[in-house]
């Protein structure tokens, strides 16, 4: 059951040097659980075509850096992986999410994909797996000035306390200072910026043009309660993000 109205994709025009015509979407509490973990195939099969009515390849995220290609529109939903990619019109690539970034990254060429960014999935090295598999593309144009990010709805400092060693950790695998994914807090002696961290991943990659979705600012799950939030409530439950080409 879908028990409210689906999210408007956003405009199908992403930038004007990107040729495809791409949409991504957002599913809020309303939609529903996402996470397979919790939901049976059946249940959430239909929530994904409820959302976006083509063929879904939702993947089965494990905190890794795993990454597969969907060539076949579907192929391969609830797979384990991290990191989903397509070339392909009409396949929609998903990451499920409760207070992780969900990360799309779109080439010139409309090349799609979707990552989840966590942060151990940051240390390790995710988002610049998810830059690579960006430019695993059939056209040999592609560049990284040209490319459009767009980072879901993803818990702020305002709400992640973190860990003082975890931070030195994660700082040190992307090449960061710590202060500058670790804003002063009122209220916690630590606290990491999901945000920030992905964004200088993608800057110090050469990926400029950087988006959020549902925009057009920042959301934080654990503000906002129109998403879940693992962190400041408990919740199990996950939403989704989405992506696919329309042409
Ligand atoms: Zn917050």
Redesign the pocket.
């Known amino acids: 059951m879908v028990n409210g109205p689906v999210t408007p994709p956003t405009p199908e025009v992403v930038a004007s040097h990107v040729t495809a015509q791409v949409r991504w979407a957002v599913s809020e509490r309303v939609h529903g659980d996402f996470c397979i973990e919790r939901v049976g195939s059946d249940l959430l099969r239909a929530r994904q075509r409820a959302l976006v009515d083509h063929p879904w390849t939702l993947v089965h995220q494990v905190h890794g850096t795993d990454a597969i290609d969907v060539i076949t529109p579907g192929e391969g939903n609830f797979a384990i992986a991290d990191i989903v990619a397509t070339s392909q019109i009409g396949a929609v690539i998903g990451i499920w999410a409760g207070d992780c970034v969900p990360l799309l990254l779109i080439s010139p060429s409309g090349r799609l994909v979707m990552a989840h960014i966590g942060w151990r999935g940051l240390a390790a090295g995710a988002v610049a797996r998810a830059i690579i598999m960006l430019e695993e593309s059939v056209d040999p144009a592609v560049r990284r000035a040209d490319a459009v990010a767009v980072l879901g709805p993803h818990?702020?400092?305002?709400?992640?306390e973190f860990s003082r060693v975890d931070l030195e950790r994660v700082a040190t695998a992307i090449g960061s200072d710590p202060t500058m994914i670790s804003p002063p807090h009122h209220r916690y002696g630590t606290v990491m910026d999901m945000g920030a961290a992905v964004s200088h991943c993608l800057r110090s990659a050469g990926i400029t043009d950087l988006r959020h979705a549902p925009g057009p600012g920042a959301v934080?799950?654990?503000?906002?309660q129109r998403w879940f939030s693992h962190r400041?409530r408990g919740e199990s439950e996950r939403h989704v993000m989405a992506a696919w080409r329309v042409s």
């Open positions: 818990i702020g400092p305002c709400c992640y934080c799950t654990g503000c906002d400041t």
